[in-house]
């Protein structure tokens, strides 16, 4: 397979590539994702777990469980968090869209998890703004896990 693009931490010692498009960019408002990053909100998209591998620095991946249902990985040097890991969607990987090398390639198409956005921080896009997960999320079947 051909890369579709590859990305890293801030201090480089992990390196990561895609061996696929990803799909379902996204920004995420929820707390967790605050928290994470730093920021009002964390940019996401996905690729199937076989098509994410890394190819520098694996052993200094730390993971932590963020939820009762997903996990999130980071790099242990220094902290730029990396990925995210959700149980109700075991096929998939969820990377942060600017660890990429060309991030541009990758807009996010949606909002999630809106209700806990932070009151001061306003988005002027016009994409679909979502309280929680989106209708129809793969791997929820009609239920949504605990916040």
Not at 39 to 48: D, G, I
Not at 99 to 109: F, G, I, K
Request: glycine share 10%; net charge negative; proline share 7%.
């Amino acid at each position: 397979m051909d890369r579709q693009g590859c990305g890293g931490c801030a201090c480089g010692t992990v390196r990561y590539a895609l061996e696929s498009a990803p799909y379902d960019a996204g920004w995420c408002h929820c707390r967790i994702c605050q928290l994470n990053s730093g920021a009002p909100a964390m940019a996401f998209a996905s690729v199937p777990v076989e098509d994410f591998a890394f190819v520098a620095g694996a052993d200094k991946v730390k993971r932590f469980q963020s939820t009762g249902f997903g996990h999130r990985l980071f790099c242990g040097e220094c902290g730029t968090p990396l990925l995210m890991r959700v149980d109700h969607q075991p096929e998939t990987v969820d990377f942060s869209i600017a660890t990429l090398d060309d991030p541009d390639r990758v807009p996010p198409e949606f909002h999630i998890f809106r209700a806990s956005r932070i009151g001061w921080f306003e988005t002027g896009d016009d994409l679909p703004r979502h309280d929680r997960f989106r209708s129809g999320t793969r791997g929820l079947e009609g239920t949504e896990p605990p916040e």
